[in-house]
């Protein structure tokens, strides 16, 4: 059910008495009704302060007339995939799906950015109504982290070379400036030469060159042990979220092709890597 149905049905139910029932499976902790009910676990018994409202969860275990076949699928469940196990048998959501591109490869963690590190920055230009994305990232043994991303909606190419040289400053190495490249998708040269040449803030752009095969970057991105994200990356930790692909509408089957949506700072993430996936190998192997 849509939120906007949901928010429609309930000021339509006005009789004194009456009463709305809502029988549902929780897929998305982002579900309208879900949502609703306060977001409850399965262990949660008093998910929603509210009098108004009453919470309850229905599971196999509640079933005296559970079959032993269906048993035998449950810890066959418990044993391949715990989290498919948590959903299917549990009742708890999904915390990924299969379609999520990277669904169970990155977390979400509160750290501090080591000073002697390798910083790889990539950045997606925008179009129309779209944000322009920068992202910073380093690699510590087969771990890769993200501690900078964030949209853009400047369309002024002045205001566009002072944002970047504010996100990414240039650093003082062995008593002198360097400033790190930026990676930039190759759909807007000319934009990457006005940055390389601005006169007052100058970046160290550069083109990732021919058009990056996109299931090649992602395969490689996924390849890490984990990904892990800063809390404070709101706009990452939504594109992690929602970027996804494409599902056959008539099996369910999950396609290897990316949705084009969701996924500026993701692709952002690809360029900044272009020369570590070029070479195939991650940072601290």
Known sequence: MSKTSWRILRPTIRKVGSEIWASYNPTDDDDPIHEFCGKPEPDDYNPRPDEQT??????????????????????????????????VWNGYTLKFSEAEIFGGCWEVRDFITPELVTFYHGFDFGFSADPNALIRCFIIGNDLYIDRAKYWYESELPEMAVSISDYCPTVM??????????????ARPELIKFLRKSEDNPINAWSIGAKQEIMVGIKYIRSFDKIIVHKSLTDMIFELKKYKFKEDPKTGDVLPIPIDKHNHLCDALRYALKLVISKGAHNGD
């Open 173 to 186: 190495q062995d008593g002198t400036p360097k400033q790190w490249k930026l990676w930039c998708d190759s």
């Open 54 to 87: 009453a919470v309850l969860f229905q599971n196999f275990s509640d079933n005296p007339e559970f079959p032993d076949v269906l048993k035998l699928e449950e810890q066959l469940d418990k044993k391949r995939d715990p989290e498919i196990h948590n959903h």
